[in-house]
């Protein structure tokens, strides 16, 4: 590694030195009353655990500076964990693969979108593209004005947004970060269309008992080939080895960027946490300060605002038929933040851990079924006005023995009258028969524009890249990007009983209606990408 942590995570009233130097300091800040209420909230508040002090960032130009490769993540690397203890996730998803086991289709159809209309796709960035690249790729990505930049496990990619997008730039985020300790992972990005500029979120595997990093890098300019303000800060709150921070999730407001992410203790799940970062500062690449939030409960997602509102709802899972809503307002602001207490949003279909996908020669039970994780949210929302779109994969309808994965999105209400209800809900699934779909994400705009991507296979059928959605004045349409051309192997991991394929994907919509999707499709052990690009 290659510079010193820039902060880390403390109690109240203590101070970290290296030397004269003052790396941190930490302390409890004068918050909101737990029992006070914010304006449309409904929940009171929760108080922060700490508040983390980071220095100036380090500015970076990868294009300049020496180009590193770190790591791959380990083979026996137990990492994006499920939220739920490990056995009670294995019973269930043995018992939701036995029940759909002879299922091949949804005994309870729903309307289906119309033919492909306006939707290409090309491959994307590959396991092979930049060295150093690890699997899978948990790929995330996001659309700029003239490029579009995918984020895929331990590397950077930039294309220019021409159809189809031609390849600009890629560096390994050793380089961006510095680090090569530790493998890195977990990456996500995000374009601000307000600044435009774009923030990266990648976290490195636990150093010592003492040391996980989590860097954040945020572009000078418009260019994402261009140089980055790097932030580097510790995640452990404890010298327990076990401890452990994972899954990190990136939103942000007019204001400020959020970070959410999952702690664990060994297999112990400590809660969710969340901080936020004042844009006004790492912008400018100026020391920032926040207040951390822990024991938040199961994952929890963080939206794309698209307005003015200062208060951004932050996604999970309460138990089996409710959703929970949190409201954290002021992010970012020490003396200001507000989180509240989870609002509980009745949905109309159990939330239940949904069956693996199966491919060609692969049981839902067995080695080589793929991974269709636990029914988080598994990438960020988006929210605009009074509506919070989401999406997830869940069991299609337990009632009826069918825990086949399919994709639900939510459009639901976040202020006035019906606060805290859902408009409109509804499964979405593939229009060629292939009975196993997961890997959901979903984005949206004001302007009614509104797409989602997922992930489609079967006994019978290797896995698919599709995407669906809307734009104003078309129909509702949807397409097959890309195709993997094998079963996929080579990432089974013995604790959960099934290949780890990827455990999230990305659909970005900008402003001119085209669309990233980055998910992963492959063969064997080497992955490769999709992006796709939907016009009316």
């Known amino acids: 590694m290659t510079g010193r942590v820039m902060a880390r995570w403390k109690p109240y009233?203590?101070?970290?030195?290296l030397g004269c130097v003052t790396v941190a300091f930490f302390a409890l800040f004068p918050a909101m009353s737990p029992a006070q209420d914010q304006p449309g909230t409904g929940e009171p508040g929760v108080p922060p655990t700490a508040v983390l002090t980071v220095d100036p960032a380090t500015v970076v130009d990868p294009a300049t500076g020496p180009q590193l490769v770190g790591p791959p993540l380990p083979a026996d690397a137990f990492v994006n964990r499920p939220d739920i203890p490990i056995d009670q996730y294995r019973e269930l998803k043995r018992a939701a693969g036995q029940a759909s086991a002879k299922l091949t289709s949804r005994q309870q159809q729903e309307a289906q979108p119309l033919a492909t209309t306006g939707i290409t796709g090309r491959t994307g960035c590959t396991q092979l593209s930049i060295a150093g690249s690890g699997a899978p790729p948990d790929s995330?990505?996001?659309a700029g004005n003239t490029q579009i930049a995918q984020a895929l496990n331990s590397k950077l990619c930039v294309f220019t947004k021409a159809n189809p997008p031609a390849f600009?730039?890629?560096?390994t985020f050793a380089t961006l970060t510095g680090s090569t300790a530790t493998s890195l992972f977990d990456p996500r990005i995000v374009h601000d269309d307000a600044w435009d500029r774009w923030v990266v979120s990648v976290e490195a595997r636990p150093e010592s008992a003492f040391v996980q990093r989590q860097f954040v890098l945020v572009s000078t300019s418009e260019n994402a080939c261009g140089s980055y303000f790097r932030y580097n800060f510790d995640v452990k709150l404890t010298s327990d080895t076990s401890e452990f921070w994972d899954f990190p999730d990136l939103g942000l407001t007019q204001d400020s960027l959020i970070i959410t992410a999952?702690?664990?203790?060994?297999?112990?799940?400590?809660?969710?946490?969340?901080f936020g970062m004042a844009k006004a500062n790492v912008y400018n690449g100026l020391g920032f300060r926040g207040a951390l939030f822990t024991g938040l409960g199961r994952t929890l997602a963080p939206p794309i605002v698209l307005d003015g509102n200062p208060c951004a709802s932050l996604l999970q899972n309460l138990d089996a038929t409710h959703l929970g809503r949190r409201v954290f307002c002021n992010s970012g602001n020490p003396g200001y933040e507000f989180l509240s207490a989870p609002a509980s949003i009745l949905v109309s279909t159990p939330i239940a851990v949904p069956a693996n996908a199966r491919q060609p020669g692969c049981s839902a039970t067995s080695s080589c079924s793929l991974d269709t994780s636990d029914a988080?949210?598994?990438s960020q929302t988006w929210q605009y006005f009074d509506n919070l779109w989401a999406a997830h994969t869940i069991a299609f309808n337990p009632s009826i023995g069918s825990f086949l994965p399919t994709p639900k999105y939510y459009d639901i209400d976040i202020f006035g009258l019906g606060i805290n209800t859902v408009k409109q809900q509804a499964f979405f699934f593939n229009n060629s028969g292939l009975p196993d779909d997961f890997n959901a994400s979903i984005a949206a705009r004001p302007n009614g524009t509104i797409y989602a991507s997922w992930n489609a296979s079967g006994p019978s059928n290797f896995v698919q890249v599709r995407v669906g959605g809307k734009v104003t004045g078309c129909a509702f349409s949807q397409a097959l990007v890309n195709l993997s051309t094998a079963t996929l192997t080579g990432n089974f991991d013995p604790r959960f009983g099934s290949q780890r394929w990827g455990d999230y994907s990305n659909t970005w919509l900008d402003n001119s209606f085209s669309m990233i999707h980055p998910g992963s499709v492959g063969g064997l052990v080497r992955w490769r990408t999709a992006l796709g690009c939907c016009l009316c």
């Open 13 to 17: 009233g203590r101070r970290l030195l």
């Open 140 to 142: 995330s990505g996001a």
């Open 376 to 378: 988080r949210f598994s």
């Open 262 to 274: 999952n702690r664990f203790f060994g297999l112990t799940n400590a809660g969710s946490a969340a």
């Open 168 to 171: 600009q730039c890629g560096f």
